[in-house]
């Protein structure tokens, strides 16, 4: 896998003396605190997707309705748990409603279900939207992503990478002061509440596609997934004595 560092930081307490003036830059004789920022991030290939996929039926029999949806979902989930049995199928939302023409005249009853499916196998993602395509389902679109064994493991890389490159800033703003080049790190907050500045990546997120008839086979949709930024910030208090 071909990972890429980016590391940035920003001095957020700006040293005194011939440096400029700070609110937060606190000089005493135990030595002056001052306080970094250090991020670091990697590019990952994402590894999981979530499909969404759903489907209605309208008839003058609520029984009529509701039982075409679940003959119907009820295939779809069977055939995914029988082909793809590493998939994880959730279901969604279930309505039957009454609907209506545009003058509030009742035209008879409609029942809807949808479900989504989780899969590691990404080689599955289109596959299995043109299996349930072809019976008739809808499909409602792919979100790709990391899952969070990965992201945890990319996390504890970076704290490593983030936490050398503080050290490194300090060092030198330690030089700049004319001080011994000895400081003390008395906080560190890596709760990713703050950040370094910029925006946080926004996960990929795949077209959307709708079913076709369903006495033909449907095609093979083309769905890719893309790659995910996973940051790390840390905010650290260090004492320079």
């Not at 979100?143 to 704290?159: D, H, I, P, V």
């Not at 703050?194 to 959307?208: D, H, I, L, T, W």
Request: proline share 2%; charged share 20%; aromatic share 8%.
């Amino acid at each position: 896998m071909n990972i890429k560092h980016k590391l940035s930081a920003l001095l957020c307490a700006i040293l005194p003396a011939s440096f400029a003036h700070a609110d937060n830059t606190k000089i005493n004789a135990n030595g002056t605190i001052v306080e970094l920022c250090a991020a670091a991030q990697t590019e990952l290939k994402q590894n999981t997707a979530t499909l969404q996929f759903s489907f209605e039926s309208r008839n003058s029999d609520k029984r009529q309705a509701a039982d075409e949806v679940n003959r119907l979902v009820d295939a779809g989930i069977k055939k995914i748990k029988a082909e793809y049995p590493s998939a994880k199928v959730i279901s969604g939302g279930y309505n039957t409603y009454q609907y209506y023409d545009d003058k509030g005249k009742a035209q008879g009853w409609q029942a809807t279900q949808s479900f989504s499916i989780e899969t590691k196998n990404l080689t599955d993602v289109e596959p299995m939207t043109a299996a349930l395509q072809t019976l008739g389902l809808s499909f409602n679109g792919v979100s790709f992503g990391l899952t969070r064994e990965e992201t945890e493991r990319a996390q504890s890389q970076l704290y490593k990478t983030a936490f050398d490159d503080a050290q490194q800033r300090l060092k030198w703003m330690a030089q700049g002061m004319g001080k011994t080049g000895t400081w003390q790190i008395v906080k560190i907050d890596a709760t990713n509440g703050n950040s370094c500045g910029g925006n946080m990546p926004v996960p990929m997120m795949a077209g959307f596609a709708r079913a076709k008839a369903m006495d033909a086979e449907v095609s093979r949709p083309n769905l890719e997934s893309g790659t995910q930024n996973v940051q790390l910030n840390l905010w650290i208090q260090a004492r320079i004595k």
